[in-house]
């Protein structure tokens, strides 16, 4: 674990190693530490074994390593017994996002084709390669010799199967938000995951089959709806699901237009797939009433959250709008703009207001001041 600004990371920059003595100044002292451990962890577990080292190759923070000195490391750990060298990007400190939804998928790979050629053992990339297809690409351009993931795990722990089946369609994808496990860990909560409810809770939740057959009618059709709906029919009871709407995804389908959060579509697609593929009889453009819910034994309200309004005069007047009409029918705006509330949506409202729809890669990388040369 060389990067992300952990212990051996701190030794190898100058940014947080002061030590006068062997172990800091020159860059040959601050990385006798890292290969000092390879070395003795090689002796302990012999030759025949895998050492992964995590190299910090972009460490976005001030004082870190050049591109030279990254060079000259992965030389001096393949020399001291590494048999594979992982990617790591950004100190938790930085700055700059590396792993949130707004970073374009294989945002860093190019960080990895760098040091291609410079040694002889594999080489691994990593951030944001969330499905098959990009993991494929970029084994294709020759970019890196493998990839890693973590939380595309998460979100779907038979990722792996799904596409070695092909049926990259069938996989629950990991939308980048961080919202369920890094925002956890970092809480000291257990990690989970926004789209996979189960996740880390394998053992708890437990979907066993129903023991009477029941008619359920679930009201909303976005992820709470259709999540509930899918575990529901697997269980065995009989599931219908209104949507008032003529579409399925609720408030996912307003999230995924604001820039940098377009993953949030494969969700839409994912749990779709999945009402698709399970015994729900599903019903668009339909308000549900006491008639048409007499029939059933549960009734489940997924309807989501409304906008808050704030008792301040003049909240009825014409130039006031909520957020979901403003996604929704993106009206003309004035000049000046005021937002009422700074929390996530308050901030994603910002951003479509002012960020370019459809950012290259290059941009975002120049948005971000990463100059890739
Ligand atoms: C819950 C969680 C814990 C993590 N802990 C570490 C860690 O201790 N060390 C590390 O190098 N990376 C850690 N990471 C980062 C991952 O190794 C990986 O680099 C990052 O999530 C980007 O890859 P991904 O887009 O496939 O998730 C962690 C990620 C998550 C989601
Ligand atoms: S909570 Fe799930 S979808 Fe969100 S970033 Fe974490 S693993 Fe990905």
């Not at 969330?130 to 084994?139: G, K, R, Y």
């Not at 029941?214 to 599931?239: D, H, L, N, P, Q």
């Amino acid at each position: 674990m060389g990067s992300e600004g952990y212990l051996i990371n701190q030794f190898i920059c100058a940014r947080s190693n002061t030590r006068y003595d062997g172990w800091g100044g020159s860059y040959e002292n601050r990385i006798r530490f890292p290969l000092e451990i390879v070395k003795a962890v090689r002796e302990r577990v012999g030759t025949d074994f895998i050492i992964i080292f995590r190299l910090s190759m972009l460490d976005l923070v001030e004082q870190g390593s050049t591109h030279d000195e990254v060079v000259e490391l992965a030389k001096a750990l393949e020399k001291a017994g590494v048999t594979i060298i992982n990617t790591g990007i950004g100190w938790h400190e930085a700055r700059v996002p590396t792993i949130a939804t707004q970073v374009p998928r294989a945002a860093f790979a190019w960080v990895t084709e760098r040091l291609k050629g410079e040694v002889s053992i594999p080489l691994v990339t990593c951030n944001r390669i969330n499905t098959p297809q990009v993991a494929e690409d970029i084994l294709a351009s020759g970019q890196a010799d493998m990839v890693s993931m973590a939380r595309p795990f998460l979100a779907d722990a038979d990722f792996v199967n799904k596409a070695e089946q092909d049926k990259a369609d069938d996989i629950n994808t990991c939308i980048a938000c961080n919202q369920a496990c890094l925002d956890h860990v970092f809480k000291g909560k257990r990690a989970s995951c926004l789209v996979n409810p189960q996740a880390c809770y394998e053992t708890e939740l437990v979907i066993a089959p129903a023991t009477a057959k029941r008619k359920v009618a679930v009201i909303g059709g976005g992820m709470a709806g259709m999540s509930f709906a899918v575990t529901a029919a697997k269980r065995g009871f009989e599931v219908v699901l209104f949507e008032k709407s003529g579409a399925l995804g609720g408030q996912f389908n307003l999230a995924m237009q604001i820039p940098g959060k377009e993953e949030f579509k494969e969700t839409i697609r994912y749990y779709t797939r999945q009402v698709a593929q399970a015994n729900i009889e599903v019903r668009l453009n339909t308000e549900a009433d006491s008639d048409t819910l007499r029939d059933f034994d549960e009734v489940v309200i997924a309807t989501g959250v409304k906008p808050r309004f704030p008792a301040i005069q003049g909240i009825d007047h014409p130039k006031v709008i909520d957020y979901q009409t403003f996604i929704r029918e993106q009206p003309e705006l004035g000049g000046r703009v005021a937002i009422i509330g700074a929390g996530g949506i308050g901030i994603d409202v910002a951003t479509m207001i002012t960020e370019p729809e459809n950012q290259t890669l290059t941009d975002w990388l120049q948005d971000w001041g990463i100059d890739p040369t």
